[in-house]
């Protein structure tokens, strides 16, 4: 009887939980995609590299640049998200206009961004010019950049 009793009760709390919501169900929030990398890139003075295009849907609006810096200038590099036109724009005239940007000095860092718009294409420069915000020192030695970088696209679903 002890032992019907127990069961019956374990059954009513099972149920009890079930029913109240307290039992919680994963649900997929979407991941990171890789979608460029530069293993060991040495980008010298005065010098700029770019990723594959990235196309912006509605639900991939984010993106994320990882680098573990071996060597950088004392002043830093810069880290661009540009639209195809502003990408355009900077190699006819190098005009630097950009949806969101960062500056890199040392180590390890990463820069998020949320700023791409659906609809639009878009490149990662990594940039090590006094085109941006940062300037070179010119001070005749190639103050260049080495390092390992991942872009990620986020794919929410």
């Known amino acids: 009887m002890h032992k019907g009793i127990t069961g019956l009760l374990g059954l009513l709390i099972v149920i009890t939980i079930l029913l109240s919501g307290c039992i919680l169900i994963p649900v997929s929030q979407g ?21 594959y295009l990235i196309y912006a849907s509605s639900n991939c609006t984010e ?7 071996s060597t950088a200038p004392s002043y830093g590099f810069e880290i661009w998200i540009m639209t195809l036109d ?19 000095y040392s180590g390890s860092y990463t820069f ?40 990620y696209q986020y794919i929410g679903l």
């Open 31 to 51: 991941k990171w995609a890789l979608v460029d990398q530069w293993d060991y890139y040495v980008l010298p003075e005065h010098y700029y590299t770019y990723s």
């Open 63 to 69: 993106v994320k640049v990882s680098i573990n810096c």
């Open 86 to 104: 502003q990408f355009g724009d900077f190699v006819s005239s190098n005009k630097v206009s950009v949806a969101d940007h960062s500056t890199v």
């Open 112 to 151: 998020y961004s949320d700023s791409l718009i659906p609809g639009e294409y878009y490149r990662v420069v990594i940039d090590n010019t006094d085109y941006g915000w940062v300037d070179t020192d010119w001070d005749g030695f190639d103050d260049y950049c080495a390092f390992d970088a991942e872009v």
